[in-house]
């Protein structure tokens, strides 16, 4: 059974750690929905499947050729999250008879660390950010030859019923486990089913919320996904992406973290009269199959 975010807050003793953990869960639709590997060190390496070696039909006493398997082996580093929230020692004591004033950093930090992973988990690239993981733009690039990207058209197009079935249809071993999208692809979505007089599907995910669904797929939304992506022939900058994934520990998308999201009580400071707290993460994001994530980039607003 994979780590969920939502069980390791159950497990935790600490209600300061549990908030902290059930605060970036209500702020990121992913984190509600991702397994992670628990990872020791550092890095986390993993084999991944090019090619099967090839079978064929043979005559009698045909000779038979050899084929074996070849595999690629990829690494990928936990990168460092987290941030420090300082609370005057006056401000905690004076300013507390109606709000926990530490109680209310910690939460808003809490936050901050949710919507940076999931911008990260959309756009992170090591190479402009050496500190960060790569996320689902930078592995799966508009112009990438994996097969795993489509587009309406070289310079942009509108979205299709047709198209988003065939972005579901390069994700391989079965459906994927959700689509990805901003919120103004989901609008088109809503009208595009809508005109075709196709009832909006919806139902419950597993932590009881209703979400929309389509062909049974639900249907996430990210802040972080933008509308103003260039197509991708370069031109414009007014397109959006979509993307369908499997989440999986064992061949599809999964998180990878070493000990969780921590709370750490750092407590009073040196330099000044105030206390403070550290929400710490050591976080990665690792694709096992290829095949497990499709992106459909230039999707136009209209």
Do not use: C
């Not at 869960?25 to 986390?44: D, I």
């Not at 979505?189 to 995910?205: F, I, N, P």
């Not at 000990?259 to 710490?280: C, F, H, M, N, Q």
């Amino acid at each position: 059974m994979p780590l969920l975010l939502a069980e390791s807050a159950k497990l935790s003793n600490d209600m300061v750690q549990r908030g902290v953990i059930e605060t970036i869960l209500e702020e990121s639709p992913m984190l509600r929905v991702l397994p992670f590997l628990e990872v020791e060190g550092n890095s986390f390496k993993y084999t991944q499947e090019n090619t099967l070696g090839g079978a064929s039909f043979y005559a009698v006493n045909g000779v038979w050729s050899e084929g074996t398997a070849t595999f690629t082996q990829k690494t990928v580093n936990l990168a460092i999250l987290g941030g420090d929230a300082d609370v005057d020692n006056f401000v905690q004591r004076a300013r507390s008879n109606v709000n926990d004033q530490r109680a209310i950093q910690t939460v808003l930090k809490a936050k901050d660390v949710a919507r940076k992973w999931e911008q990260t988990v959309i756009s992170g690239d090591t190479s402009s950010d050496a500190n960060a993981f790569d996320g689902l733009k930078t592995l799966f690039p508009s112009t990438g030859s994996s097969g795993q990207v489509m587009t309406p058209a070289a310079a942009g197009g509108s979205l299709t019923l047709a198209l988003l079935d065939q972005l579901i249809d390069l994700v391989k071993g079965g459906k994927p486990d959700l689509l990805l999208m901003s919120r103004r692809t989901r609008r088109k979505l809503k009208s595009l089913l809508t005109a075709s007089a196709h009832y909006v599907e919806t139902g419950e995910s597993s932590f009881g919320r209703q979400v929309m669904l389509y062909d049974g797929i639900p249907v996430l939304v990210s802040d972080f996904i933008a509308d103003t992506e260039a197509a991708d022939n370069g031109s414009g900058s007014t397109f959006s992406s979509i993307y369908a994934i499997h989440v999986s520990p064992a061949d599809g998308l999964v998180g990878l973290t070493n000990g969780g999201v921590e709370a750490i009580d750092v407590g009073p400071l040196e330099t000044k009269d105030a206390s403070r707290v550290r929400i710490r993460w050591y976080v990665g994001l690792a694709v096992l199959r290829d095949s497990a994530v499709a992106r459909m980039n230039g999707v136009a607003a209209s």
